[in-house]
T-cell receptor, first 112, second 112 residues
Framework: GESVGLHLPTLSVQEGDNSIINCAYS??????FIWYKQESGKGPQFIID?????DKRQGQRVTVLLNKTVKHLSLQIAATQPGDSAVYFC???????????FGTGTRLQVTL | KAGVTQTPRYLIKTRGQQVTLSCSPI?????VSWYQQTPGQGLQFLFE???????NKGNFPGRFSGRQFSNSRSEMNVSTLELGDSALYLC???????????FGPGTRLLVL
């Protein structure tokens, strides 16, 4: 099961550099946001999440930034590694609904 | 804990047939959501079950249905298959549906 299709935006970064993947979300009522990583043949894997009462959250090598004013989310990956190559999706959710609305995805390619 | 499991992993059907896919959530998770992933439409929400009841539904025709059992395992059924139903079908579970959803590896369905 490959992750997604043929016309994804692609971000190409060199190993060791930092990566920034951006996402615009649509619903101003969304209050919970998640970044997923999907490798070829696998389902989406949880990376990091953030609630709307925060504007920044850090994990191991990853940081998510949330700008509610312009409805924008970003994922920063520090010291990008070959194993980070995958398709990255942002997803939004409202507190009253249990369904996720996914962005179109960005393919991250890490070059050596 | 074991992750979300889905069976079968791959399936080939012909137009007009029906298919049933199975999902076992993470132990203790009572919410199961189903998503369809295609190159053209990306990841789209099908429906969510919680305590054996459908709690949310996406914009898919009635040919797509599901159910959940008392042990939280879930099945989805697609009747009268069409070529456009070829996709990766993903199942995700969460404790109550309003937290992080964890995905299984998916079932790749090919309709000929």
């Amino acid at each position: 099961g490959e992750s997604v299709g043929l016309h994804l935006p692609t971000l190409s970064v060199q190993e060791g550099d930092n990566s920034i993947i951006n996402c615009a979300y649509s619903n101003s009522a969304s209050d919970y946001f998640i970044w997923y990583k999907q490798e070829s043949g696998k389902g989406p894997q949880f990376i990091i999440d953030i609630r709307s009462n925060m504007d920044k959250r850090q994990g191991q090598r990853v940081t998510v930034l949330l700008n509610k004013t312009v409805k924008h989310l970003s994922l920063q990956i520090a010291a990008t590694q070959p194993g980070d190559s995958a398709v990255y999706f942002c997803a939004e959710n409202t507190g009253t609904a249990s369904k996720l609305t996914f962005g179109t995805g960005t393919r991250l390619q890490v070059t050596l | 804990k074991a992750g979300v499991t889905q069976t079968p992993r791959y399936l080939i059907k012909t137009r007009g047939q029906q298919v049933t896919l199975s999902c076992s959530p993470i132990s203790g998770h009572r919410s199961v959501s189903w998503y369809q992933q295609t190159p053209g439409q990306g990841l789209q929400f099908l429906f969510e079950y919680f305590s054996e009841t459908q709690r949310n539904k996406g914009n898919f025709p009635g040919r797509f249905s599901g159910r959940q059992f008392s042990n939280s395992r879930s099945e989805m059924n697609v009747s009268t298959l069409e070529l456009g139903d070829s996709a990766l079908y993903l199942c995700a579970s969460s404790p109550r549906g309003r937290e992080t959803q964890y995905f299984g590896p998916g079932t790749r369905l090919l309709v000929l």
